[in-house]
C-alpha cells in the first residue's frame, strides 16, 4: 500500500487521495518510462547476443557471460511486460470509473434541475389547469358554432308553405307552355302556288351559232 501512496504521490493518513484525472495520469507517466526501460533492454539483448556471437570460437567464458547477461535482460523485459499489462489495466479501469462518475454527476446535475424546475408545479394545480383549458375551449368552440349558425332576423318560414308555393308556380308555368302549344294549331298553312314554273330559256343566238360550226366540222370530217 505504501509503495502505490509513495507512486500517487500520498504521504501517510494525513495525505489528499488523488483524482481519478491524476491517478490516470500518473499511470500514464509510468507506461512511458517502463516503455523507454523496454526499449533499452531490448537494445542490450542485442549487443549481447552480438557478442556472444563474436565470442563464441575465441573466447568462450565472455561468450557464455555475455549469454548469462542477455538472460537476465530478457527475464527483466518479462516482467517489464507483465507490469505495463497490468498498469494499462488498471488504467483503463480508472478511466472508466472516471467516465461513471461524470456520468453519474451530470445525471445528479439534471435530476437536480428537474426537482427545481417542478418545485413550484403541484399536479392537482396541473390538473385544473388543463380541465380549465379543456372548458374554455369548448365555449369558445360553442362561441364560433352559434356566430356561424345563419339568422333570419326573428323571421321564420314554414317550409311545407313554401313548397306548396313552389310546386303552384310550376303548375302555372306547366299550363302556360301548353297553351302556347295549343294556339299554334290554328296557325294557317301556305298554300301551294298554282302557276306553273317557267320554262327553260332558249339558248342565245350566239349559242346556236357555235353549235352549227361544230355539227359542220364533225360531217366534214368524216
Request: aromatic share 4%; no cysteine.
Amino acid at each position: 500500500m505504501s509503495g502505490i501512496m509513495r507512486l500517487f504521490g500520498g504521504g501517510g493518513k494525513s495525505g489528499k487521495a488523488p483524482t481519478p484525472q491524476e491517478a490516470i495520469q500518473k499511470l500514464r507517466e509510468t507506461e512511458e518510462m517502463l516503455a523507454k526501460k523496454q526499449e533499452f533492454l531490448e537494445k542490450k539483448v542485442e549487443q549481447e547476443l552480438l557478442t556472444a556471437k563474436k565470442n563464441g570460437t575465441k573466447n568462450k567464458r565472455a561468450a557464455l557471460q555475455a549469454l548469462k547477461r542477455k538472460k537476465r535482460y530478457e527475464k527483466q523485459l518479462l516482467q517489464i511486460d507483465g507490469t505495463l499489462s497490468t498498469i494499462e489495466f488498471q488504467r483503463e479501469a480508472l478511466e472508466n470509473a472516471n467516465t461513471n462518475t461524470e456520468v453519474l454527476k451530470n445525471m445528479s446535475i439534471a435530476a437536480k434541475a428537474m426537482e427545481a424546475a417542478h418545485q413550484h408545479m403541484d399536479i392537482n394545480k396541473v390538473d385544473e389547469l388543463m380541465a380549465d383549458i379543456t372548458e374554455q375551449q369548448e365555449v369558445a368552440q360553442e362561441i364560433s358554432d352559434v356566430i356561424s349558425r345563419p339568422i333570419g332576423f326573428g323571421e321564420e318560414y314554414d317550409e311545407d308553405e313554401l313548397m306548396a308555393e313552389l310546386e303552384d308556380l310550376e303548375q302555372e308555368e306547366l299550363d302556360k307552355n301548353l297553351l302556347e302549344i295549343e294556339g299554334t294549331e290554328d296557325v294557317p298553312l301556305p298554300s301551294v302556288p298554282s302557276t306553273s314554273l317557267p320554262a327553260r330559256p332558249a339558248k342565245k343566238k350566239e349559242e346556236e351559232d357555235e353549235d352549227d360550226m361544230a355539227d359542220l366540222e364533225a360531217w366534214a370530217a368524216n
